[in-house]
């Protein structure tokens, strides 16, 4: 495809940290799989500080890796909302925590 499925986190951070996110980041997928433009590991980031830190987490990770790290890293473009049947995927396919939540 001629897109990459992604998440926009909008976060405070004076709750949570940035640092604190690319660390779930690391920990939820396979950075070192080369993929499809489609499904490729990538970080995407708002300001010159969350580049900073963004490759330096990913050269972090690098350093506990065998394989070479794959994600891409670099300054955000525009952010397009997929469909409405893409919205709260994960969530919807875990519905006890969707009802929860009343999402």
Known sequence: GDHTEAVQIQFDPCVTSYSAILELFWEGGCCTQKRSK??????????????????????????VEDRKVVTLVEMAGPFYNAESYHQKFRLRRQGVVFDTLAI
Do not use: N, P, T
Request: aromatic share 8%; with cysteine.
């Open 38 to 63: 489609q499904y490729q590991s990538a970080i995407w980031c708002h300001s010159d500080e969350q580049l900073e830190q963004a490759l330096q987490s990913k050269a972090d990770r690098q350093a």
